[in-house]
């Protein structure tokens, strides 16, 4: 399975983005997905989740409320919807596809990452 994550950029804080991650090659709906990502210097930290039917989510803490993790089954993509951006958000982020859960070991399958920076 071929994952290609879009829609990083730079963005000033109080922003918003929406990341996209196509999925190719497999079932869409076989998979759960997922978004990490990892500022310089530090580990993969985990963001969002969603089942595979779309009807669970999962969020890291320090996304709760402001990120919205979703999925278009008919489309074969899963999306990121980041509101609120804080510089703290600065970092690549990876979807990833595999089985539910919160820490990169569920995911065996994994895009090539988008930059997202956020000014202060």
């Known amino acids: 399975v071929q994952l290609q994550a879009s829609g990083g950029g730079l963005v000033q804080a109080g922003g918003s983005l929406r990341l996209a991650c196509a999925v190719s090659?497999?079932?869409?709906?076989?998979?759960?997905m997922a978004w990490f990502r990892q500022a310089p210097g530090k580990e993969r930290e985990f963001v969002a989740a969603?089942?595979?039917?779309?009807?669970?989510?999962y969020y890291g803490d320090s996304v709760k409320g402001r990120f919205t993790i979703s999925r278009d089954i008919p489309k074969n993509t899963v999306y990121l919807q980041m509101n609120s951006l804080k510089p703290e958000d600065t970092a690549v982020y990876y979807c990833?596809?595999?089985?539910?859960?919160?820490?990169?070991?569920?995911?065996?399958?994994w895009g090539q990452g988008t930059q997202v920076t956020v000014s202060s």
């Open positions: 090659g497999r079932t869409f709906s076989d998979y759960a």
């Open positions: 969603v089942s595979r039917s779309g009807s669970t989510t």
């Open positions: 990833a596809a595999g089985r539910l859960g919160v820490t990169k070991y569920e995911y065996s399958h």
